[in-house]
């Protein structure tokens, strides 16, 4: 059997990349790779938050579950990402209300905090070592900023959700000590972690649960058969009952149905050595940052006191040359007083984006249901969306309904043309935030 009949290229040389992450984690098991033909009933793709996720609820649901992960678990997104526990979608609800009505912005409205419960049930129910610290704060650097917070505090009010707090200047300077932003808004509900200590231990947890793991373990084809579906990888295969697919950016080629739904993005984030005292006068309150621009800094302490500083965007995936000189200019605009300290690491990964901003959910066949396209904020959006893929599996299909109903659109111009679509839009957003309008 040809077992990778489109010649699809690793993506992975099969090693973490060189994070601050990377250097802290948790001692963790390697995983086998896959060398044999396996049969069972459940195959879930992908070892981030959404695989992870899926896998967790459908194994405390009682399943069997064999989960594939092309290169080690946690290397996508999440195990590089800013670690910041947000609520709700990347997609504003005023904007799901504006592009798809009253009722799928209730609907969403009504899921908004769950994902930050999951993270933390899992955390507490299986012991998850990963730093976890509370609140979030967004950060405005214009009174347009300012009131665009008060709408969302408004609106999410309206579905109960009562843990957001404005900030004035001076109120804002108690819990970041910099001097570039007008206000702000802080969500005392939000948190954040060390994001690949959370995927370790959420695929400690699986294992334990019953859960067989395999990492170095590409899946090149996903075919449906008669009463099932093969899951080819590059030196053995799957044959499952139902396959729940999770690759996000990474995915690519094999799975060609999902390809043109999203685009792959990068974002680059930086780890200064640590700063000992200095960490508490920059950061009295040790919340985590983001501001609300399009392309918005979001950064945080680390628990050794490093600042972890995070932005920039690139339409595509590509890692920029030189990630260090791109962010640390940003990172001293919010704190001069960081401009002589060493950054001791730097790196990339890439989100899925879709066009629309809102996460999809749907299936390519009865047997085979897809998650992705968090936008740039999943950390929540993840656990939620494995959440209610093991839902869906277990028969409770009415969220899982919901999303899939929600149309996804194309990105303009076919796979050709999305980045340079892209790259405009986001130089529009860039100018847009520049002058506040
Ligand atoms: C640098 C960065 C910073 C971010 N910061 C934040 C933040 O602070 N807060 C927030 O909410 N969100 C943030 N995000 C977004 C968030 O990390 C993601 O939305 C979330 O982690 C997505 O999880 P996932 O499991 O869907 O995808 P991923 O974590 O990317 O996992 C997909 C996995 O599938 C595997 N895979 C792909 N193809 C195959 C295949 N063919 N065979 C086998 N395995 C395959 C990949 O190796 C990968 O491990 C950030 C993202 C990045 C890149």
Redesign the pocket.
Same mark, same amino acid.
């Given at each position: 059997m040809n077992r990778n009949p489109r010649n699809?290229p690793a #993506?992975?040389d099969g090693r973490y990349p060189g994070s601050y992450y990377a250097a802290s984690r948790n001692e963790h098991p390697e995983y086998p790779t896959l060398q044999d033909d396996i049969q069972a009933e459940v195959c879930v793709?992908? &070892? $981030?938050?959404? &695989?992870?996720s899926a896998a967790l609820h459908l194994l405390e649901s009682g399943h069997e579950v064999v989960l594939? %992960?092309?290169?080690?678990?946690?290397?996508? =997104?999440? $195990?590089? *990402?800013? $670690?910041?526990?947000?609520n709700g979608l990347n997609a504003s609800l005023e904007r799901i209300q504006k592009a798809y009505g009253q009722e799928a912005a209730d609907f969403v409205g009504g899921l908004v905090t769950r994902g930050n419960g999951i993270i933390r049930r899992l955390i507490a129910d299986y012991g998850i070592q990963c730093d976890l610290k509370e609140k979030n704060l967004f950060a405005a650097y214009t009174e347009a900023h300012m009131q665009f917070l008060r709408d969302k505090q408004t609106l999410w009010a309206r579905y109960g959700m009562n843990e957001h707090e404005m900030l004035d200047k001076d109120a804002f300077k108690q819990y970041v000590n910099s001097d570039v932003y007008a206000g702000g808004m802080i969500d005392h509900s939000g948190g954040h972690i060390h994001?690949l200590n959370l995927a370790l231990g959420e695929a400690a947890a699986a294992v334990r649960l019953g859960a067989r793991l395999f990492e170095h @373990?590409?899946? @090149?084809e996903i075919t449906p058969e008669h009463n099932s579906v093969l899951v080819l990888?590059e030196q053995g295969s799957v044959r499952a009952q139902q396959v729940v697919v /999770?690759? *996000? =950016? #990474?995915?690519?080629k094999?799975v060609p149905a999902l390809r043109d739904r999203i685009m792959p993005a990068? @974002?680059?984030?930086i780890a200064t050595e640590p700063l000992g005292d200095l960490a508490h006068e920059l950061i009295p309150s040790d919340v /985590?940052v %983001?501001d609300v621009r399009y392309i918005l800094d979001?950064y945080r302490l680390s628990a050794d006191k490093r600042m972890l500083f &995070?932005g920039g965007t690139v339409y595509g995936g590509t890692d920029p040359a030189d990630i260090e000189a791109k962010i640390r200019p940003n990172m001293e605009k919010v704190f001069p007083q960081l401009k002589d300290v060493k950054v001791e690491f730097a790196?990339?990964? *890439?989100?899925?984006l879709s066009f629309s901003r809102v996460p999809q959910m749907g299936e390519l066949h009865p047997r085979i249901k897809f998650?992705?396209g968090?936008s740039?904020?999943?950390? @929540?959006?993840?656990h939620l969306f494995g959440q209610i893929l093991s839902d869906a599996i277990n028969g409770n299909t009415a969220e899982f309904d919901r999303f899939k109903a929600i149309p996804w659109i194309p990105f303009p111009g076919g796979r050709a043309f999305r980045v340079p679509y892209s790259v405009v839009g986001s130089w529009w957003y860039a100018l847009r935030d520049r002058f506040g309008f």
């Open positions: 699809i #993506y992975s793709v992908g &070892g $981030g938050y959404s &695989g992870l594939l %992960e092309g290169a080690r678990i946690g290397w996508g =997104a999440s $195990g590089r *990402n800013g $670690g910041q526990i947000v994001p @373990t590409l899946v @090149t990888t /999770c690759g *996000n =950016a #990474y995915l690519d094999a990068s @974002t680059q984030i /985590c %983001e979001y &995070g790196w990339s990964g *890439n989100f899925a998650a992705h968090y740039g904020h999943g950390v @929540t959006g993840s």
